[in-house]
C-alpha cells in the first residue's frame, strides 16, 4: 500500500514539474523523464527495505544470546556432598578406632562397653541430689569396672574414688572435661583415651541418659 502511495505521488509530481514541456511538445524524451520518478523512488524503498531487516535480525539474536558470565555459571560444576568428605579413619589410618556411645539406662542396671583390657561395663547405682549454688540438682551416682582403671573427675563432678562418681546433667553436644570422667595413657607407640558424662537425668522414669567416648591408637610395628 505504502509503496503505491509513493508511486502515484511521484507520478503527479513528475508530471507537475515537466507539465510546461508537455503542454508545448509531447515527445518520447519528455515521457521518460516523468517515467523515472516514480521507478527512482520504488527501487530507493525497496533497497532500504532489504537493508533494515539484516539489521533487526542481529539485534534480536544479540538480545536473545545470554551474556558469557550467565552461560560459565549454569555450567559450573556442584560443590562435593559431604557424603564425600573423608572420615577421620581415613585420615588417622586403621590403627585408630573411636566410638561415641549414648546409651539410656536404669538406675540399678548397667551398659556392657566390652573391652577386653579396659572399660568393660558402666553401672548407673542411684540419683541423688547436690548443692549447686542456691539449688539442689539431681546428680547420677556412675561406677566403672574393668581392667586397670583410674578414672578422674572434672571440677562439677564429686569423685567417691577412682571408680564412682557422682555426676550432674551436661545436655550440650560437646561434652568438656569439667562434666565427665575420664581416664587416659598414653606412650610414644599408643593412646587410650575414655570419658563418660551423663546427658540427662530423668528422675520420675529413673533412666540415665550416658555419654561415653572411647578412643584408641596403636602402631603396629613394620
Known amino acids: ?28 524524451g519528455e515521457i521518460l523523464k516523468v517515467l523515472l520518478y516514480p521507478v527512482a523512488v520504488l527501487v530507493g524503498f525497496q533497497l532500504g527495505t532489504r537493508t533494515l531487516k539484516p539489521m533487526a535480525q542481529t539485534v534480536a539474536a544479540a538480545a536473545a544470546s545470554p551474556p558469557p558470565s550467565t ?34 539406662i536404669k538406675v540399678g542396671s548397667y551398659f556392657e562397653v566390652g573391652q577386653e583390657l579396659g572399660l568393660r561395663r558402666v553401672s548407673a547405682l542411684s540419683i541423688k541430689t547436690v548443692k549447686a549454688g542456691s539449688e539442689e540438682v539431681p546428680v547420677a551416682e556412675i561406677e566403672v569396672a574393668g581392667h586397670v582403671l583410674d578414672f578422674s573427675a572434672g571440677s562439677k563432678v564429686t569423685p567417691i574414688h577412682n571408680k564412682k562418681a557422682l555426676i550432674p546433667a551436661y545436655a550440650r553436644t560437646m561434652k568438656e572435661a569439667d562434666c565427665s570422667m575420664f581416664e587416659f595413657a598414653y606412650q610414644p607407640n599408643s593412646l587410650s583415651f575414655i570419658a563418660i558424662s551423663v546427658d540427662h537425668i530423668n528422675v520420675p522414669a529413673q533412666e540415665i541418659t550416658l555419654v561415653i567416648c572411647l578412643a584408641n591408637y596403636r602402631k603396629h610395628p613394620a
Open 71 to 104: 552461560v560459565a555459571a549454569t555450567t559450573a560444576s556442584p560443590p562435593p556432598s559431604i557424603e564425600a568428605l573423608p572420615d577421620i579413619r581415613s585420615i588417622l589410618g586403621p590403627e585408630f578406632s573411636y566410638k561415641f556411645s549414648t546409651p539410656i
Open 1 to 28: 500500500m505504502i509503496q503505491v502511495t509513493c508511486a502515484v505521488l511521484a507520478v503527479v509530481i513528475g508530471i507537475a514539474a515537466q507539465w510546461s514541456q508537455l503542454s508545448v511538445a509531447i515527445n518520447f
